[in-house]
């Protein structure tokens, strides 16, 4: 089946330095990949949704010169937090929606990164 | 709005009992509709889904779900849970290609 394999699963940085998290689809192409967070206990909230060849579309209240989204190839996207701070601490996954027009529809999510700031 | 919304944020349910956990949606389109479970510090696995065809939906564990168009409703059910059905459970409801939108998840418990 569809995998995304997202790397890294847990990082710890340091306050105001930039961590990058990747997210590779390893047997299928895709185009539109999405960004969530997951604070402790609570749901995923969409940050950004990003299209292969073009410039992210973040969420309302999303900063997006904080969270750097690239999604150059059809294979690989990534999210880069800059500078950093504590209250950026949370659980990042990505995910990819397979072909809308088969049966095969659905999405499928990376493992997820535990992102803290120390 | 699109939104989703299940009522019950934690439930507990002895093993071996019957399961049901509710999920509704707002907006009148036909959605495509998923239900994830997510262990701690994991990432979310696919449980089932729905987009067209016969309205009970069988997935993997022994789930099921059925959608009720009248009712905006996607409940999730099984009918005899284990032990390792312990989780975080997510209704997750997407309009064409588009985003998903999440409910507020529901933790499940089981007593021994």
């Known amino acids: 089946g569809a995998v995304v394999s997202q790397h890294p699963s847990w990082v710890i940085c340091k306050s105001g330095t930039s961590v990058k998290i990747e997210c590779r689809s390893l047997?299928?192409?895709?185009?539109?990949m999405f960004w969530y967070r997951q604070f402790p206990k609570q749901s995923l909230m969409l940050m950004a949704t990003?299209?292969?060849?073009?410039?992210?579309?973040?969420e309302q209240g999303v900063e997006k010169d904080k969270f750097l989204i690239n999604h150059a190839s059809l294979t690989l996207s990534t999210l880069t937090v800059t500078s950093a701070h504590p209250e950026d601490s949370s659980f990042y996954i990505c995910s990819a929606n397979l072909d809308s027009s088969s049966s095969n529809y659905g999405y499928t999510f990376g493992s997820g990164t535990r992102l803290t700031v120390v | 709005a699109q939104s989703v919304t299940q009522p019950d944020i934690h439930i507990t349910v002895s093993e071996g009992a019957s399961l049901e956990l509710r999920c509704n949606y707002s907006y009148g389109a036909t959605p495509y509709l998923f239900w994830y479970v997510q262990s701690p510090g994991q990432g979310l696995q696919l449980l089932l889904k729905?987009?067209?065809?016969?309205?009970l939906v069988q997935g993997i564990k022994g789930f099921e779900a059925e959608f009720k168009r009248s009712q905006s409703s996607f409940n999730l059910r099984k009918p005899s849970v284990h032990w390792s059905d312990a989780a975080e459970y997510f209704c997750a409801v997407g309009w064409g290609a588009q985003k998903l939108v999440f409910g507020q998840g529901t933790r499940l418990t089981i007593n021994p």
């Open positions: 729905y987009f067209s065809g016969d309205t």
């Open positions: 990003s299209n292969e060849g073009s410039k992210a579309t973040y």
């Open positions: 047997d299928f192409q895709a185009t539109t």
